[in-house]
């Protein structure tokens, strides 16, 4: 397939992300902090590597996908680095969220060193990386976004170009405000059917196609009604995430309310011990102001 990818993190969504990378026939060498990890993807036929540098030094093109600003800083620039490995000429494309400006100053250092790069942070839940089908909002140069589209087509559906660098984390941190507005939506929206006495599978089949409809109802709805919290993306990741959105907001000057209300109930979660929950378990924040318990009868 021509160019060498290099994949660091394989986590929730990076786990998909490396299948359909092997699926659709990259060359890949891979690398973990809990290096177990990347064995299934060695049997696949991947490389693992020591060090994300060493990932660098046998990649084209180098993929991040980990947890938190730090981390990304860390695998990127920190000791065993990538960009110790790196070679004029490749390319890094950090698909983790992290902060707008932490993603420009990064693509400032690598430049240093000729090595361009891509924020490229993603959206669609463990159902999309699995899938194949992840939103894709890209920051960088128009040039590099084409080098990278082979890579991006084999991971995602809708990718697009949103401008220059930190771009793309601007954009993943607007799509988080939606994300958590909407989930408290149908939060609120499915403790009031409970407490009516509704058929709440026939209430979720009855709004969910019309002006009412979300992916999160659509993906997040069902899973409230049967309690099952297995996590798409975790409560402490969505934290994370809420975090970047109320420093970025405090930076440009942009009220976000009832993005901060969330930030809010799911720390009472987090206090709780569930942060390792589905952050569509937000509803138990409702549930626990009201004393009102969706589905589970």
């Known amino acids: ?15 998909g992300m490396v299948g359909n990378l092997l699926r659709a026939g990259f060359e890949l060498t891979v690398w973990n902090r809990t290096a177990g990890r990347a064995d299934e993807f060695v049997a696949a036929g991947a490389a693992a590597a020591a060090s994300p540098a060493e990932v660098a030094a ?34 890094v494309i ?18 240093a060193r000729g090595v361009a790069s891509l924020d490229a942070p993603i959206s669609g839940g463990s159902e999309g990386a699995a899938k194949g089908t992840l939103s894709i909002m890209v920051g960088g140069e128009a040039a590099d976004v084409a080098r990278a589209m082979p890579a991006f087509q084999a991971m995602g559906k809708a990718i697009t170009h949103v401008g ?10 607007v799509n988080q405000i ?18 009516s006495g509704a058929d709440l599978e026939k209430t979720l089949a009855a709004v969910t196609p019309g002006a009412a409809g979300s992916w999160m109802l ?6 409230v009604i049967t309690r099952d919290w297995r996590p798409g993306f975790t409560i402490d990741l969505q934290q994370k995430d809420l975090r970047l959105v109320l420093e970025a907001a405090d930076q440009v000057g942009a009220p976000v309310q009832a993005t901060a209300t969330i930030f809010q109930m799911y720390r009472t979660l987090q206090a709780a011990g569930l942060g390792a929950e589905g952050n569509h378990a937000l509803v138990k924040a409702i549930e626990r102001l009201s004393g009102i318990e969706v589905g589970g009868a």
């Open 1 to 15: 397939m021509g160019e060498r990818i290099g994949f660091i993190g394989l986590g929730i969504m990076g786990r």
């Open 94 to 111: 950090d698909m983790s969220t992290i902060s707008p400006q932490a993603a420009r100053e990064m693509a400032e250092a690598l430049a």
């Open 178 to 195: 939606l994300v958590v507005g909407n989930m408290l939506a149908v939060a609120e929206a499915l403790v009031f059917a409970q407490a």
């Open 164 to 173: 220059g660098h930190g771009a793309g984390q601007t954009v993943k941190l």
């Open 58 to 91: 046998s990649s084209d093109i180098i993929i991040t996908c980990v947890s938190d600003t730090p981390d990304v800083l860390a695998v990127t620039l920190g000791a065993g680095g990538l960009i110790h490995g790196a070679r004029a000429g490749s390319l």
């Open 218 to 223: 659509t993906n997040r709805g069902p899973q």
